[in-house]
């Protein structure tokens, strides 16, 4: 039997970045009859949620796990991107070996690669085989990524100074402060490595965008025109997971409860697999819950004063959280708010007909959850990318509400009383949900035999396998 075509994905260790590369390979085996081997990093060994997540590959997809690194002393930066980038880089060595033995053993045409692991386009290059990053974020967030270059160049001093606000093709102009956190701190290590991984952006074959044109429309039209030396884009999403991948006994709970709330009618509160607040955050926001009268389900994990992103490795909360909510809440909520630890079947919640609203951090991964379920937002940016995305779903797109801080940087539980009163039960919230129903129906139609995003991918698929022959 003739081998099929075979590609390799090198993704970073974190589960947001693992979970749309899972569904891109999952339209890959089922759709293309291509062949897919997962080529791993690790930072320790692979956690438990990494590999049931992992598990959920087809057949047609395997999975090589590379021996674990250590970045322990080797950067002198704090911020995640950089330990993951440098996690990457450190495993150069053995992911040469393994696209090696691939090449000589199957139809290995091409390697795609997380933007973390931009450093591995050489090994591509080395053994004659295409190279692609596939872009975890916003076709914005991409935008900036081919003008960071230039802007290294002709802006002095750091970008959150800049008196004018930043105005990229298709784009939301952005102020400097809102522009992704990795690049705030010139001196940091994460800066060098993001300004490295732009520029590596222009030597390969091409881009795959985890976006769709009904969502972002300009900005991708914007990308898909043709400049010499800029790689071709294929906007192929929204790929999201649709799966539980940790089905605890709370989980179960959880859906139990929404099951017996009315429809639309609970707001899912959650910060993603990485967000974390502060502990007087956390308490305005469970004050703000309860004087906003409305239902809510409430992802709840230990409170850090010194990172937002405190759980960007692990989405165990570090301690019993509930010690941290204010004194006889859960009391005062039971019936109408249910509180769990840690995790919740994100996808399940947000496909529920109980769900009315969602409470994000605006990762990208939850963004494209919640329009493929048209399901309006509150957007609370916490780091990374987030604060631009804030500004796409609350400006540009407009599916989403933004509640304002006060001089403490805290947001007051009656400004979450508030705006979430606002979103579930008041004249924008109807306006959001309608508008989140257009972009859901849009956003099935593009994932579609003759969908946008599925002739991108089979355009794609169309170089690999004449690459093939």
């Known amino acids: 039997m003739e081998k099929p075509t075979r590609i390799a994905i090198l993704p970073s260790p974190v589960m947001g970045h693992i979970n749309p590369l899972v569904e891109f390979t999952k339209r890959l085996v089922a759709h293309h009859n291509l062949a897919v081997t997962f080529i791993v990093p690790t930072i320790g060994s692979p956690s438990k949620t990494l590999k049931q997540v992992l598990q959920t590959l087809p057949p047609g997809a395997d999975v090589v796990y590379l021996p674990p690194v250590s970045v322990d002393g080797k950067t002198t930066s704090a911020k995640p991107e950089a330990h993951v980038s440098l996690a990457i880089k450190l495993s150069l060595s053995p992911v040469r070996a393994v696209i090696k033995s691939l090449k000589a053993s199957s139809k290995l045409v091409a390697l795609v690669l997380d933007p973390f692991g931009a450093d591995a386009f050489g090994v591509a290059k080395e053994f004659d085989i295409l190279s692609y990053i596939f872009f975890l974020v916003s076709a914005t967030a991409l935008c900036l990524s081919f003008e960071l270059p230039n802007l290294d160049k002709t802006i002095s001093g750091e970008?959150?100074?800049?008196?004018?606000?930043?105005?990229?093709?298709?784009c939301v102009p952005v102020q400097g402060r809102d522009l992704m956190e990795p690049i705030q701190d010139r001196s940091d290590d994460a800066y060098k490595m993001i300004l490295n991984q732009s520029k590596s952006f222009f030597f390969v074959d091409g881009i795959i965008l985890n976006s769709f044109l009904g969502f972002e429309e300009e900005a991708i039209q914007a990308l898909l025109k043709e400049e010499p030396g800029k790689p071709a884009v294929y906007p192929v999403g929204p790929?999201?997971?649709?799966?539980?991948?940790?089905?605890?006994?709370e989980s179960y709970e959880c859906l139990t409860w929404l099951d017996n709330q009315p429809s639309k009618s609970v707001l899912f509160v959650s910060f993603g697999s990485g967000g974390t607040l502060s502990c007087d955050q956390t308490k305005e926001i469970a004050l703000g819950l309860e004087l906003s009268g409305q239902r809510f389900l409430w992802v709840l994990r230990s409170p850090n004063n010194e990172k937002s992103n405190a759980y960007f490795f692990s989405a165990e909360s570090f301690e019993d959280p509930f010690p941290f909510l204010p004194k006889g809440f859960l009391e005062r909520v039971k019936g109408r708010g249910l509180v769990v630890s840690s995790w919740a079947p994100q996808a399940q919640v947000l496909s529920h007909g109980s769900t009315g609203g969602l409470l994000t951090h605006c990762g990208w991964n939850s963004i494209l959850e919640s329009v493929v379920h048209g399901v309006p937002l509150i957007a609370w940016?916490?780091?990374?990318?987030?604060?631009?995305?804030?500004?796409?779903?609350?400006?540009?797109?407009?599916?989403?509400?933004?509640?304002?801080?006060?001089?403490?940087g805290v947001v007051s539980c009656e400004e979450v009383s508030?705006?979430?009163?606002?979103?579930?039960?008041?004249?924008?919230?109807k306006r959001i949900r309608q508008r989140m129903e257009e972009l859901k129906e849009a956003a099935a139609k593009t994932l579609g035999e003759d969908g946008c995003s599925s002739k991108a991918l089979s355009k794609l698929v169309g170089i690999w396998k004449k690459r093939a022959i």
């Open 381 to 408: 940016p916490l780091f990374a990318e987030h604060k631009m995305t804030a500004l796409i779903v609350a400006e540009s797109v407009k599916v989403a509400l933004r509640p304002k801080e006060s001089g403490n």
């Open 239 to 249: 790929l999201i997971r649709m799966g539980m991948t940790d089905p605890v006994e």
């Open 418 to 429: 508030r705006v979430v009163r606002s979103l579930m039960d008041g004249e924008e919230g």
């Open 159 to 170: 970008f959150r100074d800049m008196k004018e606000p930043l105005k990229l093709p298709g």
